[in-house]
């Protein structure tokens, strides 16, 4: 049975099984289970439901789903593409460091990044995977990560070590003894073992990655940092720490000979600004079939503020509310391109000719007196359709020209450089709103323009390019205007302050200001004109172009702004459900003993849930005694075989739920 006889000079023996003992194996019985088989056709739509009460056509459930994925995939694509260039200069700077720290001749003196990453330590994550990468096809480099829940006692971090460095199938071992390997007999923590693994390989920098260094073991790092400070001088060990308070406090975890052997430099992450991935996703009108609304967006902004949370869980606060537009929203299926020349079900006709902005279109057509063409909106289905892709074109291009009113002044509000700007995102909500057209950042930029010389007018006109046709004439006519001067002062308006004065009067003992203003030059006064027209077209363009989105025919279909959902699945309400599961058990339960009692005491509901009542029932003291009393009344059973019994019973179950 055994291959080797056990003896006083064996320290082990080798059991080798026997062809006999085969049957001693127990039988480990495989649970059958049916495969099924799903047609590739559908297999990528089999999450996506029919709507319309299960009477949406399975084709337009597959163009729905074909839809999301063409507006939300290059959506995704220029988030990744904005945090990516958003950590270039991070991780060129980190880079850098880690390449020439390592070709340092110092011996037990270990080169350590310390990268502030804040509260949110999201983005750290993604810039140690790029220099991690970069540093494995520039320098063969060796890059190991580490967490404090891996490392609980020094030889699980040298051991881990180990086995990031020289395996990459497992990352830690299990057994403490000898291991027999290319690099000769070593114990699995020994760090001889990435020594001839640096050696054999001409590895450049063995990068170890602490991730939230200050929930560390302080005790522990400084231990480790003083172990691998001896391996300094055959190991090109670089540390990398993640910090989210601050050096200072860092630094009081560790010891002062640990500290002596660790040479910091300090890095910090740009972290990204939700309002610009809010304004790159909005404003790009390739994909764009929809707009998110005011409420919505005012939602996912203002969760991002009161909390903190990562580009991450705004990126996914944004793909919901693309999922709920076209996964719960029948009429989604009418921004495809394909239905624009066929007819639909004549369920999704009905769904139109309920929405509010369908009533609001017929009685505008009833007021201008097109009484045939109302009728037949609501009678005639190949008609409707027709209206219905004429007014989704339409108020496509209305959209888009109010969207590029929004840049327009959100561009000249950085030209100027006025004391108080608003961000993109809050002029795109106001603007959703029809707010932002008589708002205070539209007449404040305007009263600044009247008030430009003629080389930041030029300056203003430039940054708007050619989206406004009437400002080329104006743009080419001061050209000509600033050479015609040949000064290389610059021009200025009527309304400038540099032309007005103060004057003081010395009335009844009295002392008056008044403002007097300077005669204008007849260059002055040309400008004065132009800036002007400058004034005015910019005045009537945002006047235009700042229309309401609500009085679209078919805004419902274009923006979406429904709260609801969002608000269901990101903002979490813990005390709400806790409160309704102990009021009302039978919701969670789904139990048919509590039919009869929905909101009522019953001698059915956990013992839990009718304490919680009683509670509620209560004043501000609760008396044990009562409590107890009327607990016994509802949970007792009447005329019990054994009262002394029952009675214990129902005692051990109130003083375990209490």
């Keep these: 049975m055994f291959g080797e006889t056990l003896s006083s000079d064996n320290g082990c023996y080798v059991w080798s099984p026997d062809a006999d003992t085969e049957h001693l194996k127990p039988n480990k019985k495989r649970r059958k289970t049916a495969k099924v088989h799903h ?26 789903a074909a839809l999301f994925d063409s507006v939300w995939q290059p959506q995704q694509e220029l988030i990744d593409k904005i945090s990516k260039k958003s950590n270039t200069g ?56 580490t967490t404090p829940s891996e490392i609980t006692n020094l ?45 054999n390989h001409a590895t450049k920098e063995v990068v170890l990655v602490f991730h939230d260094s200050e929930t560390f073991d302080g005790p522990l790092l400084c231990e480790l940092i003083e172990v691998i400070s001896l391996w300094k001088d055959r190991i090109p060990f670089v540390f990398l720490f993640a910090i989210k308070t601050s050096v200072e406090l860092f630094q009081e975890k560790l010891s002062q000979t640990a500290i002596q052997h660790l040479q910091g430099a300090q890095f910090e992450i740009a972290h990204l600004d939700v309002h610009s991935i809010f304004e790159a996703t909005m404003a790009s ?92 909106i609501l009678n005639d289905n190949i008609f409707l359709h027709a209206e219905i892709m004429e007014g989704i074109k339409q108020g496509k291009e209305t959209l888009k020209i109010l969207i590029g009113a929004v840049e327009r002044l959100y561009s000249m509000q950085a030209t100027l450089r006025l004391k108080t700007t608003e961000s993109w995102s809050a002029l795109y909500i106001k603007a959703m709103m029809r707010e932002l057209q008589d708002s205070a950042s539209v007449r404040d930029t305007l009263l600044a323009i009247r008030k430009l010389p003629s080389d930041a007018m030029a300056s203003l006109l430039d940054s708007l390019g050619d ?72 005045r009537d363009y945002l006047h235009q172009s700042l229309v309401d989105p609500q009085e679209l025919f078919l805004h419902e279909v274009l923006v979406f702004d429904l709260k609801s959902p969002h608000r269901e699945v990101f903002i979490p309400k813990p005390r709400y459900a806790i409160e309704r599961a102990l009021t009302s058990p039978r919701d969670y339960l789904g139990c048919g003993c509590c039919t009869g009692a929905h909101y009522g005491l019953s001698a059915t509901h956990p013992a839990t849930s009718i304490l919680y009542q009683l509670y509620l029932e209560s004043g501000a003291i609760v008396n044990i005694s009562d409590l107890w009393s009327a607990f016994h009344t509802i949970v007792g059973t009447d005329n019990p075989d054994d009262e002394d019994a029952e009675q214990e019973r129902v005692l051990y179950v109130f003083c375990c739920r209490l």
């Excluded at 739509?45 to 399975?58: I, R, S």
């Excluded at 990453?117 to 520039?138: K, M």
């Excluded at 989206?467 to 080329?472: G, K």
């Design 39 to 64: 047609d590739s056709a559908t297999c990528d739509f089999l999450n996506t439901v029919p709507l319309l009460k299960g009477e949406e056509a399975q084709g337009y459930v597959q163009k729905r």
């Design 285 to 376: 009108d390739r994909h764009r079939l929809f707009w998110l609304g005011p409420g919505l967006s005012s939602l996912i902004l203002q969760a991002q503020q009161e909390s903190i949370q990562s580009i991450a869980s705004f990126t996914r606060s944004l793909q919901y509310a693309h999922m709920t537009f076209f996964f719960a929203n029948p009429l989604s299926i009418l921004l495809a391109d394909s239905v624009a020349t066929g007819p639909l079900q004549d369920e999704i006709y009905e769904c139109v000719r309920n929405l509010e902005s369908f009533r609001l279109f017929a009685e505008r057509l009833l007021e201008q007196g097109h009484v045939d063409k109302a009728r037949r």
């Design 155 to 199: 030889k699980a971090a040298l051991k881990l070590i180990n086995s990031y460095a020289t395996t990459s199938s497992s990352r830690s071992g299990n057994s403490d003894g000898p291991r027999r390997d290319q690099y000769g007999r070593h114990l699995n923590y020994d760090l001889q073992i990435l020594c001839d693994h640096v050696n």
């Design 90 to 145: 991070t991780v060129d700077d980190i880079t850098d460091f880690v390449q020439q720290a390592s070709r340092s001749s110092s011996e037990a003196i270990i080169p350590s990044a310390l990268v502030i990453v804040g509260p949110n330590s999201s983005p750290f994550t993604s810039i140690a995977q790029a220099v991690a990468l970069r540093l494995r096809r520039e320098d063969k480099a060796i890059v190991i990560s």
């Design 467 to 538: 989206s406004i046709p009437e400002l080329i004439t104006l743009k080419e006519e001061l050209r000509q205007m600033v050479s015609a001067t040949g000064s290389t002062e610059s021009l200025r308006s009527e309304h400038d302050t540099k032309h007005e004065s103060l004057r003081t009067t010395v009335v009844a003992q009295k002392v008056e200001l008044s403002k007097h203003s300077s005669s204008l030059s007849k260059q002055d006064l040309v400008y004065s004109k132009l800036v002007n027209q400058v004034n005015g077209v910019l």
